[in-house]
């Protein structure tokens, strides 16, 4: 029997507070800009705020890399903007987690200024450092933004790995001490009253002893070392500690963000028996569209692997630990320009794919500008970019390899992160009312059609939609905590399932297609609807729920027994 808990009856919101909304004209969103605009999140029947790191950074990595955990990035703001955030956030019986980024830490971080000072320094072994290997790196590791995760450092005459920015320099949770340092972090800020924390890339934090070189065949430079640090040999033993020392004393959420994470493994992440965390954000669903060579390899989502892998997903935790639904995120491009169709049937495919995912099993997060159907984003330069991994790849495919540009940028379009990252479009006026100065990165000229004003004045918008989609997740337990169960596992427009709960069942059914097509409920499927919960389209509500004809990205969910 699945346990209770707010986290999981909780819809969260995920705020990118640099392109969120900016309250003092200097074209970056701060925190201030944030609490103006806590209202809407009420209005919308959002439970949780999940803000992306707001840290005093020197931002190589938008604020990935953090040089001060206990104080506030300039650029957002001071504490005390931050403390009145908080309790306006809670004033209005919202929660608030904030981002835990402690695989790595800035190389401005006072720890790591004092580390490469000496080999014999007290925080030395705070981070990974090793001798080079017959002239070069100690090990064959690729960083994930590309190039070796070894930099060299002249003052000691050793490397130091960072399997991100060389500015990103890896924690060394081997040391019980840097452990202790961040246990006493967590509790600081969870003293100040916040309500738990999403960790970034946590299944990073245990490297395989030794940091052996990776299988190299095709004689790389540097290959990709994740099997010798995604989910490490003490990475269960940290979690369960973190959960000892600190998170069993708070009743908080927890998220973890663990790239290449298996359904096996997140049961026991998950598991509440042995006392690690409830939610991970596993990325299989949003590697489907990935051709052979990775994510800037593109290729078209085939309906049946989204199928396969979400009811894994569902399946695999259903009754032991607890899903995070997800389709869009800082890291990814805009759910409805990859999954839909941001043109001709935008609005449809908006709501459709968010009827699909808040009907599912576990905890759903939205990320600013899902609600109003915001779209991926198509900059005529590179020049007009700004996210490290976009720029990285691009030097090392046109610059480096002689790649084609104009094919480099359509990889760009469809998979680059600053889709997700372009300024929340408020309104049609300048800038689309994100900020009164110049915005940090430009915003997507679409904002006069697609903006929150129009979106909230109209009563048929994915933003009305969205309200309504949250507002029966609180007054329906079953589409909380109902079994779920995939039905037509081969069609390859249509995505079906049921879900069941206490005698009642949904059935929900999805057309990922911009074509008509006829839903036919198998004979060996037990279900009598009773009423038409949600549809994004006007039926009439007496059609046989058993067999009915589809509009394209069409959704409707039915409640019976």
Known sequence: ????????????????????????????????????????????????????????????????????????????????????????????????????????????????????????????????????????????????????????????????????????????????????EIYDMMKWWLDKGIDGFRMDVINFISKIPGLPDAPNPEGKNYVTGKNYFRNGPRIHEFLHEMHEEVLSHYDVMTVGEMPGVKVNEAKKYTNPEREELQMVFQFEHMGLDNGPNGKW?????????????????????????????????????RIVSRFGNDQEYRVESAKMLGTFLHMLQGTPYIYQGEEIGMTNVKFDSIDDYRDIEILNMYKEKVEEEGADPDKVMESIYEKGRDNGRTPFQWDASENAGFTTGEPWMKVNPNYKQINAAQAVADDDSVYHYYRQLIALRKNHPIIVYGDYELILPDDEKIYAYMRSFKGEKLLVVTNFSEENVSFELPHDVSFEAKEMLISNYMNDTSEDYRTFALKPYEARVYKGV
């Open 297 to 333: 390899d593109l290729k078209p989502l085939d309906l049946r692997d989204l199928k396969e892998s979400i009811s894994r997903w569902q399946n695999g935790l259903q009754g032991v630990g607890w899903n995070s639904l997800y389709l869009n995120n800082h890291d990814q491009p």
């Open 1 to 180: 029997m699945t346990h209770k808990a707010w986290w999981k009856e909780s819809v969260v919101y995920q705020i990118y507070p640099r392109s969120f909304n900016d309250s003092n004209g200097d074209g970056i969103g701060d925190i201030k800009g944030i609490t103006e605009k806590l209202d809407y999140l009420k209005d919308l029947g959002v439970d949780v705020i999940w803000l992306s790191p707001v840290y005093k950074s020197p931002n190589d990595d938008n604020g990935y890399d953090i040089a001060d955990y206990h104080a506030i990035m300039d650029e957002f703001g001071t504490m005390s903007d931050w403390e009145e955030l908080l309790d306006e956030i809670h004033q209005r019986d919202m929660k608030l987690i904030m981002d835990l980024v402690v695989n790595h830490s800035s190389d401005e971080h006072q720890w790591f200024q004092e580390s490469r000072k000496s080999k014999d320094n007290a925080y030395r072994d705070y981070y990974i450092w090793r001798p080079g290997k017959d002239g070069k790196e100690p090990n064959n590791w690729e960083s994930n933004f590309g190039g070796s995760a070894w930099e060299y450092d002249e003052k000691t005459g050793e490397y130091y790995l960072h399997l991100f920015s060389k500015k990103q320099p890896d924690l060394n949770w081997e040391n019980p001490k840097l452990r202790q």
